[in-house]
């Protein structure tokens, strides 16, 4: 009957026709392999394939599972296996009529609703959110609440009705409930707006996909019943992961006798998406003649790992017991690695994983690595790569990390606004060609234009196009070609729809396209279909308020292409597969590593959402239970889906220590609960640094013989022989990419070859040893020159040696408006003047400039915030004994003969004479009193009021407006610790002298605006 016997259990569930099912079992006990046969069985029996309704989680389990069934069935029987998503949407197509939906309703792309949100924001008339600069991350966190409020089928008119009802009817609510109901409200408006925006434009998102399904089939009959007779048979895979709005669907196309659902209530993983476990419960509620049938053999794992797994999934309450024992023998032990830190962890797993498979025990896919973030993957796919392990990162496609997206956005984003990009011209310079000496040349002349007229924008364009001649350049009819095709863009694209100027972009005006089809290689296929993906993108943006104006559909472009692509499906080559614990779900692997298991990764730290649905609105079954503990729970139920996973060995690996952490990490309190350090079962090791790190004889293949050609290159160089050393240095360029990407497929030899030989100048400046230094060698220096050097050398080569300019950002102004009304209060009051909030707030608004806000809302609110910090000051200014005798006072210092300037925020004196110094900061991150003391700013001001005034200050420190801070914090000075931090500091300027820019330690780049010509991010 079948290629495998079924055991009793699963010929039972297979047969059974006779009324609803609950095929409630453990991992790997056949589950999805039952609802395959019971599908083949039905047909056989004489059931028709298009009668039978299969529904899985995710479009390669229903892909999977097609192909098992037309093993035996045959390919074209007719049958499909949907997710549910996909069956609602074709509901709702041959519907359309009855729901009064336009039959080509399209799917709201992730990024157009993103950019719609954005663009409207002032619109939506929010009270009590904040918004913030980028508002990207408050937009994402309401579509994903407007989600949740979907997958329980409640309507904005709901939300806001019971909100309403709470707030006026409850009148001792806890002030955080009212927050949160406040939220709500808002939550509701930008819900409302959201819906009325996809019907007024024919869209819908995968969540109205079943809200629309299950409305038309609760309120129509006759469709309900044209669906229901369509279907002798439903069967539903991993039914416990439904959220209440799928049940609910379910539940109106099965009429009760002819449906099977398979679930573990151990394997729940997406209480974030809806589904509560309670599921379960809710079908039994449903159907009352529900019959449950248990599959208790585990035909995946070994006994080790079954019962391993088991203990530790039994510390979850209210769970449904179950037996399950393995049909494979006791196996291996499972084995508990610590290893000293992550990086260590990543380099024994790769080197347990090269042995695996060198030894020949295993094939690349048959190992899983993963890990609960998918961050944390990202050194188990590079440590795998380095060892030339064939490797795939599952999941983490994002467009802009291709560099042909990169340079396509670069000229995208000159396009849409040439006043406001150096960063982009920049990219598009250093990929014509232009050498970094003249495009510091054209940056300094641009920034000197801009301050010179005051320009609203960087002076970058204004530059190149009306003062070409004053710019002394090597390169300039090559800098004159760049401009003229920008030149040409910016026409075009005035009569053109943004798509058609994208296309005539990458088409005609540079060679994008073009090189990459004369090429014709597979890294030039995966280009072309890189970029045609662009067009397509840019095309959906278009359609937002259905606008054609190009800048307005690229404002976020740059944004919008870096979404990351979540949930990516792992392939079916012979790779090792590094995906996170959801993305592993119902499958197996021979060996698998969960890596990370340490305290904060898994379990993953507690975060509470910024929308959630209210108990009271909740439906299905719920449990009363506080959120942290479901937290911890679904957590369990996470690292034991992972366990369950491996077939034959089982490693779970954690380091002792995070780098940037000084303490050891906990192990994860999952590694107690199966006592890894006594338990018969496991094998526990602890690795040490030096059986891992790479000696001279532990070094990889791919580094030896990266060495090799490096030596070659250098021989053939300096013997003369020019050809062979051309050659040499592909291979190492072969060599690098196989190391970066683990394999060829991607590598461009073209491209390698495409060089910018030296102009005649440059090579005459070569000659006579001429090649002006990058680093002005007059260089003032400033304390944020120095702090930005420290955060990352390769940041300060961007923005203080070669200038790129990088966008204004509102929190500037917020900075200098706050600073300009404390100076301007403070000099009137060392006048003797009176001062009050009246004069204060005038003077801000004087200074005001609204344009560089994001939103109006933003703006009001940001305004509003100013307010409070002026109120503050004026409250400290009441208490504060000591005498303000400067503000904003310039100094000036040479260290070591080289020049530092500065201006000091304030300066007061106490009553015994002696100095105050004080910094204000309008920001909310504060600096803890020991870094004070290591502060270079507060040094440098020390030492500047030493200078004024003949004495070091007493005490010297921040004072923090922000409404969220508020606090003045003051250390005392010590000469001993002011000196030590010159000595940092004059080692600091030695660096920039010797334009040494190499990133050491890894910088924070979440706020740089650089990241898109990085050479470290791009070539890291
Ligand atoms: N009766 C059987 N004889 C032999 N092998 C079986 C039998 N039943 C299941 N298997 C094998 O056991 C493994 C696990 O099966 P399956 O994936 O269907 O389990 P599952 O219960 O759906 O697991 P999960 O809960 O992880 O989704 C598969 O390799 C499957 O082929
Ligand atoms: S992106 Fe990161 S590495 Fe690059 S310049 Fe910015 S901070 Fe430095
Ligand atoms: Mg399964």
Not at 5 to 27: E, R
Not at 528 to 535: E, G, K, P, T
Not at 568 to 575: I, K, M, R
Not at 720 to 744: C, D, I, Y
């Amino acid at each position: 009957m079948t290629s495998k016997g079924l055991n009793k259990g699963q010929s039972k569930a297979v047969d059974y026709t006779s009324g609803p099912l609950l095929i409630l079992a453990g991992p790997g006990s056949g589950k999805t392999l039952t609802i395959a046969e019971k599908v083949v069985k039905l047909i056989k029996d004489g059931t028709a394939p298009e009668r039978t309704l299969a529904l899985t989680f995710s479009e390669k389990a229903a892909g999977e599972m097609q192909e098992r069934i037309e093993k035996q069935i045959g390919t074209d029987s007719g049958i499909t296996v949907s997710t549910f998503h996909s069956f609602c949407n074709d509901l709702i197509r041959d519907f359309s009529l009855h729901l009064g939906i336009n039959h080509n309703v399209k799917l709201i792309p992730k990024e157009h609703a993103y950019v719609w949100g954005m663009n409207n924001i002032d619109s939506f008339g929010l009270e009590y959110i904040e918004i913030p600069t980028h508002p990207y991350d408050l937009i994402s966190s309401m579509l994903e609440g407007v989600s949740q409020f979907h997958d329980h089928l409640i309507t904005p008119s709901e939300l806001q009705d019971h909100v309403t009802h709470r707030l006026t009817n409850e009148p001792d609510l806890h002030e955080s409930v009212i927050d949160r109901l406040q939220m709500l409200s808002d939550l509701t408006k930008f819900y409302e707006h959201y819906q009325q925006y996809k019907k007024d434009n024919n869209f819908i998102d995968f969540d109205d996909m079943i809200n629309i399904a299950c409305n038309l089939l609760k309120d129509n009959e006759i469709v309900r019943n044209q669906v229901r007779d369509r279907y002798d048979y439903i069967l539903v895979d991993e039914f416990q992961d439904t959220n209440y709005a799928q049940l609910f669907l379910i539940h109106l196309i099965a009429d009760g006798d002819n449906l099977t659902c398979v679930a573990d209530d151990d394997q729940c993983i997406y209480r974030f998406r809806g589904a509560y476990l309670s599921n379960i419960t809710q079908l039994q509620d449903y159907y009352n003649s529900l019959e449950k049938i248990p599959l208790e053999i585990n035909y995946r794992s070994t006994s080790q790992i079954v019962e391993v797994s088991q203990q530790l999934i039994r510390n979850n309450p209210e769970r449904q017991v179950k037996d399950l024992v393995s049909h494979n023998g006791d196996g291996d032990k499972v084995m508990v690695v610590k290893t000293p830190d992550e990086i260590n962890e990543a380099d024994w797993v790769a080197d347990e994983i090269k042995k695996l498979v060198t030894e020949g025990k295993l094939e690349p896919n048959d190992i899983y690595v993963l890990t609960r973030k998918r961050a944390d993957g990202q050194k188990f796919n590079d440590a795998l790569k380095s060892r030339m392990i064939p490797v795939e990162y599952v999941g983490s496609l994002q467009l802009t990390s291709y560099p042909i997206i990169q340079e396509a956005l670069a000229y995208i984003c000159v396009v849409s606004d040439p006043f406001n990009n150096g960063i982009s011209f920049a990219k598009i310079f250093a990929r014509e060609g232009v050498t970094e000496h003249n495009l510091q040349k054209i940056n300094l002349l641009a920034r000197k234009l801009s301050r010179k007229y005051k320009l609203a924008g960087d002076g970058i364009y204004l530059a190149l196009c009306d003062h070409f001649d004053e710019i002394d350049i090597t390169q300039k009819s090559l800098v004159n070609t760049i401009l003229g095709r920008v030149q040409h863009l910016l026409d075009f694209k005035k009569n053109h729809l943004p798509s058609d100027t994208v296309k005539y972009l990458l088409m005609e005006d540079t060679d994008l396209y073009r090189s990459q089809m004369q090429d014709d290689d597979t890294n030039s296929r995966k280009n072309i279909h890189l970029l045609n993906s662009l067009v397509k993108m840019v095309k959906d943006l278009e359609l937002v308020d259905g606008g054609s104006n190009f800048d307005t559909a690229m404002e976020y472009v740059d944004l919008v292409f870096g979404i990351d692509v979540a949930d990516g499906e792992s392939s079916e080559e012979n790779t090792v597969k590094v995906m996170t614990i959801h993305q592993s779900k119902g499958k197996e692997a021979k060996a698998v590593f969960v890596c990370d298991m340490a305290a904060r990764h898994l379990p993953l730290q507690h975060m509470k959402k910024t929308f959630t649905v209210p108990s009271q609105l909740a439906k299905g079954v719920q449990r009363d239970e506080i959120e942290g503990i479901l937290h911890m729970e679904e957590e369990r139920r996470l690292a034991y889906v992972a366990m369950t996973r491996a077939r034959e060995h089982l490693y779970l690996v954690f380091p002792d220590k995070y780098s940037g952490n000084k303490r050891s990490v906990k192990p994860s309190a999952f590694l107690d609960q199966i006592e890894y350090l006594s338990n018969p079962q496991i094998e526990y090791i602890e690795t040490t640094a030096s059986t891992v790190t790479a000696g001279p004889d532990l070094k990889s293949p791919l580094e030896v013989k990266k060495d090799e050609f490096q030596r070659l290159v250098s021989i053939y160089s300096r013997q003369g022989q020019v050809k062979e050393a051309m050659e040499a240095l592909v291979v190492l360029a072969q060599l690098r990419e196989v190391e970066t990407h683990g394999n060829l497929a991607t590598f461009d030899l073209k491209n390698l070859l495409r060089v910018n030989p030296k102009e005649p100048k440059e090579l005459e400046d070569l000659i006579d040893n001429r090649v002006p230094p990058l680093v002005d060698l007059d260089m003032r220096f400033s304390a944020s020159k120095i702090k930005e050097y420290i955060d990352c050398p390769l940041r300060f080569k961007y923005n203080s040696i070669l200038n790129i300019p990088t966008p204004q950002m509102s929190f500037f102004q917020v900075g200098t408006s706050v600073h300009s009304v404390y100076e301007q209060m403070s000099k009137l009051k060392m006048q003797g003047e009176s001062i009050d909030m009246k004069l204060a707030n005038k003077t801000l608004d004087d200074s005001w400039d609204g344009s560089v806000f994001s939103s109006d809302t933003q703006e009001k609110q940001e305004h509003g915030k100013m307010k409070e910090m002026i109120e503050f000051w004026f409250e400290l200014e009441k208490e504060c004994k000591d005498e303000t005798i400067s503000v904003e006072e310039w100094f000036e210092l040479e260290i070591d003969g080289h020049s530092f300037g500065g201006f000091i925020d304030r300066i007061d004196q106490t009553p015994d004479g002696e100095y105050v110094v004080i910094d204000y900061k309008t920001g909310k991150t504060t600096t803890p009193k020991k870094k004070l003391k290591e502060d270079v700013q507060i040094a440098l001001y020390c030492l500047a009021v030493k200078e004024k005034y003949g004495k070091l200050p007493v005490q010297a420190g921040h004072l923090y407006v922000n409404p969220n801070v508020q606090e003045l914090r003051l250390v005392d000075v010590v000469e001993e610790e002011v000196e030590a931090v010159v000595g940092r500091i004059k080692e600091t300027v030695n660096s920039i002298m010797d334009e040494d820019f190499e990133v050491k330690d890894k910088p924070n780049c979440y706020w740089c605006n650089y990241g898109g010509i990085c050479s470290w991010v791009n070539g890291k």
